[in-house]
């Protein structure tokens, strides 16, 4: 692999443990709409979309307060998430110092994932934004959509980093290499590897290792 320029990252998994944040505020929101209760296989069946779409399967007659109340429980509860990962912020900081150009492509919704970035003063570092359509998964438009921006930059230049099988399959319709995130205990490594991702990674500690002798 020839030296890197630029590297995306998921948020989900990846920068941080959010995802017991995500269930727990779904479940807040959709559960009293539907007077039933949900289970948390019932939500991760319906990630793909942002969470608008996630609103949409669960409870599709309180769309438009059902993403209200989520939005507003994702930010009351995020202290379940209090910060990103160990070892993500100083690696942030030493490709910065490296002008190595970072970008973020998230299934999350704009919002959610903005509410996320601030917690975690996390915005600066990210040159690029693109995140969830309610409609179905994205990636791979988002992908796309930076390198155009990079259009100075070779697609073997570009790595993303993410923890979830689809996104080696976005990383391979958008035609860069994908670091495997095997790093959360929301993680599925044996799927992950199954899907042959250029690298994979079992620690923050690992993956940083790597890229900083890579970029």
């Not at 608008?52 to 009351?76: C, F, K, R």
């Not at 970008?103 to 917690?119: C, Q």
């Not at 693109?130 to 992908?143: A, D, F, H």
């Amino acid at each position: 692999m020839q030296k890197l320029k630029a590297v995306i990252f998921d948020l989900d998994g990846t920068v941080a443990n959010t995802l017991p944040l995500c269930i727990t505020a779904f479940r807040k929101a959709i559960e009293p709409h539907i007077n039933r209760s949900v289970s948390d296989e019932e939500i991760i069946a319906t990630f793909g979309p942002s969470e608008e779409g996630t609103i949409m399967a669960l409870a599709p007659d309180y769309y438009e307060q059902g993403v209200a109340d989520y939005l507003t429980h994702y930010t009351a509860l995020h202290n379940i998430c209090e910060a990103p990962f160990e070892g993500i912020i100083p690696l942030l900081e030493q490709l910065k110092q490296k002008d190595i150009r970072t970008a973020m492509v998230t299934g999350k919704g704009r919002k959610s994932a903005l509410i996320s970035l601030e917690k975690f003063g996390l915005r600066p570092y990210f040159e690029l934004l693109e995140t969830g359509k309610p409609e179905g998964s994205s990636k791979p438009q988002g992908i796309k959509a930076i390198l155009n921006q990079w259009a100075d930059l070779d697609k073997s230049e570009v790595i993303y980093v993410g923890d979830a099988p689809s996104d080696v399959t976005a990383c391979r319709e958008a035609g860069i290499p994908i670091a495997g995130a095997a790093w959360a205990e929301t993680a599925e490594p044996e799927q992950l590897a199954a899907m042959q991702p250029d690298v994979m990674f079992s620690s923050v500690e690992e993956f940083s290792r790597w890229l900083l002798a890579n970029v």
